[in-house]
Each structure stands twice: as structure tokens, then as C-alpha cells.
């Protein structure tokens, strides 16, 4: 796939903020041709942002690479994507934050022969994601360590035999007695949430094997589909 209109075919975006400023960037792209995308956000509590709730960052077109990076305290990121294609594609989106108080936000829309690789790596308290995924075969890869997490993870698409795959691979830490909220919905073809089989994906994070949550917890697990498995390893 391909992603995002801009000067080159490689972009990097980098975002740097003190206690007192906060950097805000909306990014927009209809058309075009690029080959990846990658956002850093740095500060210990200034609060970068890349796109609101109120206006999201989009994506309309075909997708390549989207990696978001996050050191540091209270950075978000919303993102909107919609793509669609004919020939047989992957897209890609990886979200690594270090820190606490950062949030992400992500809608996919797709159509056509996509899949979509999308992994999630999170160290620090108070840090949540949220990623609604449909028409498109997905793979998510969470993997996350700290305490007062949220984590809600949405693969949709029609339920026909030839229609989408879904796999779900969560390893997730909690120590602490703060809530760790994780929900997981699966409706497609053919399902599978994987917990307790960690797979690298540009970070390792100590002891996130299967779901490991001390205090108060919410777990919501459910698959709706064709075929369906829920497994541990």
C-alpha cells in the first residue's frame, strides 16, 4: 500500500516540548504517494498532540507505514484512515510510548485485498489506546507493562468465508491497584486472541506474558464470527 502526500517519499516528524508549550500538528493527506510516515513526540509533561478528538489527523488513500513514537508524558495521537484497493497490499502501524499519560486514538476503514499489521507497545502508568479496525484482515500485536491502563481493541468485518481474518496477540502487565481496563472484539471470518505469546516487534517489555493483572482489573473478551478461538500459551 501506499500512504500520505508529501515533500518526500520518506517523511519523519519530530515534536520536542518543555512543561510550558505544547506542539499541535493536524496531519491531512487525500492522495499521493509515499513510502512511510514516522511521527516522534518527546517531553516529560508539555502534551504534544498529532491531531484531537475534535479535529483527527486522516488518512484517505492507500497506506504504507505509520509509526507513531511517544517518550515522555501526556502525548495523544488520533488517527482516521480509510484506504481501498484492488491488488493484494499490507499496511503497517506501530505505536511505541514510554511514559505515562499518553493516549492513542485510531480508526481504519478499509476495502479490498488489505491486511493490516498493527503493533502496540506501551511502558508507563496511566496510558491508554483505542483502535477500531474494519474491513480489513488485521493482526494486532499489544504488548504493554504499568499500572491504570486502557486498552479496547475492535477488528470488525463481514462474517462470509471468504472474508476477513482476524488475530489478536495480547500480552499485557499490571502491578498495582489501579484499574487496567482491556477489552477485545472480534467479528470476522475467522478469529484468534492469543495471550501469553509475546512477539517482538521492535521493543521487548520485561514479564508482559499472557494477561498479568494485579488489583482491579476489567477483562472483555468477545469473538463473533464464522470461526473463533481463543487460546494461551
Known sequence: MTFFKLMTTTTIVGLTCSASFANEINFSQDSGTIASVAFTQTGSGGGNSIGTSASTSTVTGSLNTLSIEQNGGSNADSFNITTATDAPSTGSVQILATG????????????????LAFAVAIEGNDNSVTANIDGVSAVVNLESSGNNVAYTISQTGAVA???????????????GDDLATV?????????????????????????TVGLTLEGAATVNINQS????TYQTT
Do not use: C, M, W
Not at 476477513?164 to 502487565?173: C, K, L, Q
Not at 464470527?225 to 473463533?228: D, I, K, Q, R
Open 100 to 115: 505515562d499519560s499518553n493516549t492513542s486514538d485510531l480508526t481504519v476503514s478499509q476495502s479490498g485485498v488489505e491486511t
Open 161 to 175: 468465508a471468504t472474508a476477513y481474518d482476524h488475530t489478536i496477540i495480547a500480552n499485557v502487565s499490571k502491578a
Open 183 to 207: 477489552a477485545l472484539t472480534q467479528s470476522g471470518a475467522d478469529n484468534t486472541i492469543e495471550l501469553g505469546a509475546p512477539r517482538a516487534f521492535g521493543t521487548d517489555i520485561a514479564g
Open 225 to 228: 464470527a464464522t470461526l473463533a
